[in-house]
């Protein structure tokens, strides 16, 4: 199992989920959400400018053992790079190095330095002989946190005379005098308090004369004619006025005007044309007229035009060319035809063209260059052409043009000087090149220019001044929702100089409380005390108090009223129950109280207001109601009110046998190769071999049986077949074989016992008979059989062992009893056993070792012990036995060889020791062994397989013992080296 270059090991540009080795065919299949697979690089490589190829073998180039987020010449030849890494080379770096002009690395330079984040920007003074460093680290100072920055388009730097934003800006536009207007949830600027929206001035100083008070929701949209600024989002009330969304204001005066339309739903966007303020949002109502997320109005008189396109979804995006209005959102039937996501009208007549793309999701923004439409979104393809993310459109065919950057995620905004293109929203590439959430692109060839000011966080809005770009948006770096952290090394001996402006580091919520300061984030420990992402500190002594809710994923937003700390975030326990991602905890004991809204997404904040509570987040129910994005909820029970404003808008498997690893994911091509959500690796040279059934969408879980590879996920064709989220393939020939179930959503998980497939997930039937989350197959015929546990959730992992199978997951009632997430079922009758153990949380993994069973999750209670995220249960009594490695915040994968227990997950400590994701643990003498492969920050292991003397791992990582690793790698137990 050697690769054919062992300095040449495999790398994936997602996570890893699933693998199962074949023995026999010397194969490994592998599974996760990656959508390619090469040779290692490493962060960075140089490339030849002419050829676009790499300037020497990948293999002779440093390998940076991270991420590379910016780099500059050092003027010689060489470049400084700096990111997030630890090593480049064989040489330990903490996010900063220097690589001289021979291509090897300086050993000298920075070897002293330690940063606590990442740095994000670069630039040298070659005058001063000081390279000046920007970034998310918190070692120099605290910060002052802004929404926004500036950027010299030159050389897309930020300016160091920055305008100082608490807050988020979302939209923006030009006062055509130099400066610009913002609007966004902005509270101060320059230290000054402001409400949500206001006006810098060309020199970069706040217009003390534009101060609109008391606005009571986020601004999302700005247009501007002559002294008239009109304004749309979320508010429904200025100065103590009402506004429904809508509202416009005199510029000169900053004084609110009566233009009052009345929008009964949130506004998206505006533009002006000829008297004419054309309107795009969530909304049924506006100026007291039936108007479907877009409509006109008369800025003369205020009242609404005839215009009246009725779009069945929201509208982001409007641009006008002459007489041509083209919209962008997220409909499909829009002036009585069908058109997907974007459309034209004729605003002469009102009439919609024949101007019809076909975009395969939603746009956010357009913008218009001569014939050219530029279209940012979350599409993949459109016009005719695949293309993701962003693509530019012939304005008279409706027809993609070659432009093509293939960006990696939502591009939201998009600004153009010139023949430069500049985009923002959330990705981390584009045109093949790492660029983090901001880019420019010539717009002639599609080419990513050198503009690279790296920010760590959503871009919302962009706006144009002279050499400017005004940049806002949710961002953490170009100093994330502030200006970057930033620093000053001298470039001769690598220390930090005197150089000391304002900085800080990652902190989510902060509430302070006479002497106590209540913190939340992503923390195991502070003030002293194990705390797991939530605290109080006493602020005389720095020290943590009692309080310890104990939340099992971190602490986005909190606020305080009455006693009670209302806490949203990404936990799904907190204060002793079972809470998901909102609580409200008693400050004096640090417990949960009854309210308890159960929301289904992260709660990111939290606003009270009177004997209410308002949530905003990634939701779309909570309170027991059907909320997207943002609920009202009653402070006592958390129950949500009548208002509803609507915002709209991994693989987990890997299976073993023989030497053969399969993988499966939401990848399209593998090693140059085209392969749709499946594939199969050679353990020798680590390429894709022909086997390819070519799925259409997820795979999550891979079980082999001979020559025969069962798939489960969520697609609905395999190899050219109808198959509905579960498979068979022979992998002799790799094709599909006539076994067919059809579950009719996703399967979780597979195991046999004899000729049965017992299968889980999320599905409601299989075989066009009711199987609620779990069910039994002929593993040949593919019949359903008679089993039927009916589980009320998803089942996630299924172990069979003799008569019996023991399950996992998310539900707390099945085989007709209740069962809290964990249970024991007959394999013939379905019925659960008298086995019960009672854990708190999720379970994700199972392994069977004796009389024991060995358990990982999400949960910190099981088997009536205290016992966080991992546990051993008696298989016959379910309680739980001594051991307690104690890991935390959560265990995906458990494999047993022999005594040794391999252990995967999201946790950075161990058996009273510090292991971040991956450990073993002796079960002979009760502790975790030497065995510590070190995975970059924040790293996680999904899936552990083991064939002989070799570990295979998959996950979410960069780097393994500062190597560079994407998300693959392979760890010789008997030397406990990397393998490749």
């Known amino acids: 199992m050697t690769p054919v270059n062992p300095l040449s090991p495999v790398c994936f540009n997602g996570a890893v989920a699933a693998m199962a080795p074949d023995e026999l065919n010397n194969t490994l299949y592998v599974g996760g959400h990656f959508t390619q697979i090469g040779t290692c690089s490493g962060g960075g490589l140089t490339l030849n400018k002419t050829t676009s190829r790499p300037t020497a073998p990948l293999w002779q180039f440093p390998k940076v053992a991270g991420t590379v987020?910016?780099?500059?010449?050092?003027?010689?030849?060489?470049?400084?790079?700096?990111?997030?890494?630890?090593?480049?080379?064989?040489?330990?770096?903490s996010n900063v190095a220097h690589l001289k002009s021979d291509g090897t690395v300086d050993p000298d330079f920075g070897k002293n330095l330690e940063f606590d984040g990442p740095i994000l920007a670069l630039e040298r003074d070659p005058n001063n002989n000081t390279l000046y460093l920007g970034g998310?680290?918190?070692?120099?100072?605290?910060?002052?946190?802004?929404g926004g920055a500036i950027i010299d388009l030159t050389s897309g730097t930020l300016s160091l005379d920055q305008i100082k934003i608490s807050g988020n800006v979302y939209a923006s536009v030009s006062d055509n005098n130099g400066g610009f207007y913002i609007g966004g949830d902005i509270s101060w600027i320059n230290g000054i308090p402001v409400?949500?929206?206001?006006?810098?001035?060309?020199?970069?100083?706040?217009?003390?004369?534009?101060?609109?008070?008391?606005?009571?929701?986020?601004?999302?949209?700005?247009?501007?004619?002559?002294?008239?600024?009109?304004?749309?989002?979320?508010?429904?009330?200025?100065?103590?006025?009402?506004?429904?969304?809508?509202a416009a204001f005199d510029t000169v005066t900053g004084n609110l005007l009566s233009f009052n339309p009345n929008a009964n739903g949130t506004v998206y966007e505006l533009t002006y044309s000829n008297s004419i303020l054309y309107v795009g949002g969530s909304f049924t109502s506006i100026g007291g007229q039936t108007r479907n997320n877009i409509a006109s109005i008369d800025t003369t008189n205020g009242t609404v035009t005839i215009f009246n396109p009725t779009a069945n979804g929201s509208v982001h995006a409007l641009e006008i060319s002459g007489t041509t209005l083209y919209v962008g959102g997220s409909f499909s039937f829009i002036g009585g035809q069908s058109r997907r996501s974007v459309a034209a009208f004729d605003i002469v007549s009102g009439n919609i063209t024949a101007f019809n793309p076909d975009v395969s999701g939603s746009v956010f923004d357009i913008f218009l260059l001569d014939s050219t439409l530029y279209i940012g979104g979350t599409f993949t393809?459109?016009?005719?052409?695949?293309?993701?993310?962003?693509?530019?459109?012939?304005?008279?065919?409706?027809?993609?043009?070659?432009?093509?950057?293939?960006?990696?995620?939502?591009?939201?905004?998009?600004s153009i000087s010139g023949s430069s293109l500049f985009v923002g929203g959330y990705f981390d590439s584009i045109g093949g090149q790492a660029r983090n959430n901001i880019a420019s692109i010539d717009s002639t060839t599609g080419d990513l220019t050198t503009f690279n000011p790296n920010a760590d966080g959503t871009i919302s809005a962009l706006s144009l001044s002279g050499t400017n770009l005004y940049v806002g948006g949710q961002f953490f770096s170009i100093d994330g929702k502030t200006r970057p952290y930033i620093a000053a090394i001298?470039?001769?001996s690598g220390s930090v100089t005197s150089f000391n402006p304002v900085s800080g580091g990652f902190v989510n919520s902060l509430v302070a409380s006479g002497t106590i300061l209540y913190v939340g984030g992503n923390f195991i420990a502070i003030g002293g005390k194990a705390r797991n992402h939530i605290a109080a500190i006493d602020t005389t002594s720095g020290t943590a108090i009692f309080f310890d809710p104990n939340a099992n994923f971190y602490v986005q937003t909190m606020t305080l009223l009455n006693s009670k700390l209302y806490v949203g975030g990404n936990f799904n326990s907190i204060g002793g129950q079972p809470r998901n991602y909102i609580a409200a905890l008693d400050i004096n004991t640090g417990n949960a109280t009854s309210f308890n809204p159960n929301a289904n997404g992260i709660v990111r904040a939290l606003l009270p207001s009177g004997t209410t509570i308002f949530a905003g987040g990634n939701f779309s129910s909570i309170g027991g109601q059907p909320r997207n994005h943002i609920a009202e909820l009653d402070?006592?029970?958390?129950?949500?009110?009548?208002?509803?404003?609507?915002?709209?808008?991994?693989?987990?498997?890997?299976?073993?046998?023989?030497?053969?690893?399969?993988?499966?994911?939401?990848?399209t091509s593998i090693g140059g190769k085209t392969r749709n959500y499946f594939a199969a690796l050679d353990t020798n040279t680590g390429d894709a071999t022909s086997l390819n059934p070519n799925f259409d969408s997820f795979v999550y879980s891979l079980l082999l049986s001979d020559s025969t590879l069962y798939v489960g996920g969520y697609f609905n064709f395999v190899g050219g077949q109808n198959r509905n989220s579960i498979a068979a393939i022979d992998t002799t020939t790799g094709t599909v074989t006539s076994f067919n179930p059809n579950a009719n959503t996703y399967v979780n998980t597979l195991a046999l016992s004899g000729s049965t497939l017992y299968i889980g997930g999320a599905f409601g039937s299989v075989g066009g008979q009711g199987r609620s989350y779990i069910a039994a197959v002929d593993k040949t015929s593919g019949n359903v059989l008679a089993f039927n546990p009916n589980a009320n959730s998803p089942v996630l992992i299924i172990v069979a062992s003799g008569t019996n199978l023991f399950v996992g997951g998310y539900?707390?009632?099945?085989?007709?009893?209740?069962?809290?997430?964990?249970?024991?079922?007959?394999?013939?009758?379905?019925?659960?056993?008298?086995?019960?153990?009672?854990?708190?949380?999720?379970?994700?993994?199972?392994?069977?070792?004796?009389?024991?069973?060995?358990?990982?999750?999400?949960?910190?209670?099981?088997?009536?012990?205290?016992?966080?995220?991992?546990?051993?249960?008696?298989?016959?009594?379910?309680?739980?036995t001594t051991f307690n490695p104690n890991s935390g915040p959560f265990v995906n994968s458990l494999t047993l060889e022999g005594s040794m227990l391999y252990i995967g997950g999201r946790f950075s400590w161990l058996g009273g020791k510090l292991r971040n994701g991956i450990a073993a643990f002796d079960l002979t003498v009760g502790k975790a062994t030497s065995f510590n492969p070190i995975l970059d920050?924040?790293?996680?292991?999904?899936?552990?397989?083991?064939?002989?003397?070799?570990?295979?791992?998959?996950?979410?990582?960069?780097?393994?013992n500062f190597k560079p690793r994407s998300n693959f790698f392979v760890i010789d137990l008997t030397t406990g080296s990397l393998a490749y």
């Open 69 to 93: 987020n910016a780099s500059i010449s050092d003027g010689n030849g060489g470049f400084f790079i700096g990111g997030n890494f630890n090593a480049v080379g064989d040489i330990e770096f």
């Open 136 to 146: 998310g680290f918190s070692s120099v100072t605290p910060s002052l946190k802004s």
């Open 195 to 246: 409400s949500n929206i206001a006006h810098i001035k060309s020199d970069g100083q706040l217009d003390l004369l534009f101060l609109p008070s008391d606005i009571n929701n986020t601004v999302l949209s700005l247009a501007l004619t002559g002294t008239t600024l009109f304004v749309g989002g979320s508010f429904t009330s200025i100065g103590g006025q009402t506004r429904n969304h809508i």
């Open 381 to 414: 393809h459109i016009g005719g052409h695949a293309r993701k993310i962003i693509a530019a459109l012939d304005t008279t065919t409706g027809s993609a043009t070659m432009f093509n950057p293939n960006a990696s995620s939502t591009v939201s905004t998009i």
């Open 490 to 492: 001298d470039t001769a």
């Open 635 to 667: 402070m006592t029970l958390g129950d949500a009110t009548t208002f509803n404003p609507n915002f709209d808008n991994d693989v987990l498997a890997l299976s073993s046998s023989g030497s053969a690893i399969y993988i499966g994911g939401d990848f």
């Open 811 to 880: 539900f707390t009632s099945i085989g007709g009893q209740i069962r809290n997430y964990i249970a024991e079922l007959n394999t013939t009758t379905g019925a659960a056993t008298s086995f019960y153990t009672d854990a708190n949380n999720a379970v994700n993994t199972l392994i069977i070792s004796g009389s024991d069973l060995y358990v990982g999750g999400l949960f910190n209670s099981i088997g009536g012990q205290s016992r966080k995220y991992i546990a051993a249960l008696d298989l016959v009594t379910g309680s739980a």
């Open 937 to 960: 920050n924040g790293g996680f292991v999904k899936s552990i397989s083991q064939i002989g003397n070799q570990l295979f791992v998959s996950g979410n990582f960069s780097s393994v």
